[in-house]
């Protein structure tokens, strides 16, 4: 059974940091696309940043340049290193992992992962 299990939200400044952290129990380790997506209240989930078994990154427009994604093979963990945080980045952050280890190619593409963690809270405010 896979679990992914999220950690590192809190609350913090505009223009503090905070990294984020998943780790991925029962998935093979290596083999999958993983991602972080993140939802705001009344919003709809998009895709923040994915990474294939490779190191391949692809960003979310939204946070182009602010956010750091990676990922630790060896202790089967995704990252998302996020500097520079606005109010507008609060939301909860969601880590996912493909049955695939290509990513798609539309980052906001949900269905193409069939393994969700309970997520992380980030808050960004003043």
């Known amino acids: 059974q896979v679990q992914l299990v999220e950690s590192g939200g809190a609350s913090v400044q505009p223009g503090g940091s905070l990294k984020l952290s998943c780790v991925a129990f029962?998935?093979?380790?290596?083999?999958?696309?993983m991602a972080w997506f993140r939802q705001a209240p009344g919003k709809e989930r998009e895709g923040v940043a994915s990474v294939d078994p490779d190191g391949r990154i692809v960003y979310g427009p939204s946070i182009l340049g602010r956010f750091s994604g990676s990922r630790d093979n060896a202790k089967n963990t995704l990252y998302l290193q996020m500097n520079s945080l606005k109010p507008e980045d609060s939301a909860m952050y969601y880590c996912?992992?493909?049955?695939?280890?290509?990513?798609?190619?539309?980052?906001?593409?949900?269905?193409?992962?069939?393994?969700w963690g309970h997520g992380t809270q980030v808050t960004v405010s003043s």
């Open positions: 029962g998935l093979p380790s290596g083999t999958s696309c």
């Open positions: 996912a992992a493909s049955s695939w280890a290509i990513c798609p190619s539309i980052i906001d593409d949900q269905e193409a992962y069939g393994y």
